[in-house]
């Protein structure tokens, strides 16, 4: 079985001029965790389309989706951090 970490992902949820501050806890595998908590913005999974011309990474398109479950237009990944409390071998 595939090791798996949990990861807190900050992120911005959008409405117009409206911006509201949001968390949520993940758990992903290892390497994407990694990846996310290394490279950030930066991150292919983070990465918005908007900023590098590329599709959306997978984290960017499941915060839209959450926010759009929310009643808002659009969310911007913000920054990945370790759950406070949580030992994931980082």
Known sequence: MDTMKKIDIYYHLIK???IKEAVITLSMLTPIADDVIKRQRNSEYTASAYSIREPDGIIHQTLDNLA???GY???????ADIPQGVHNGY
């Open 16 to 18: 117009g001029k409206k």
């Open 68 to 70: 759009e479950l929310q």
């Open 73 to 79: 237009d659009a969310a911007e990944f913000v920054l």
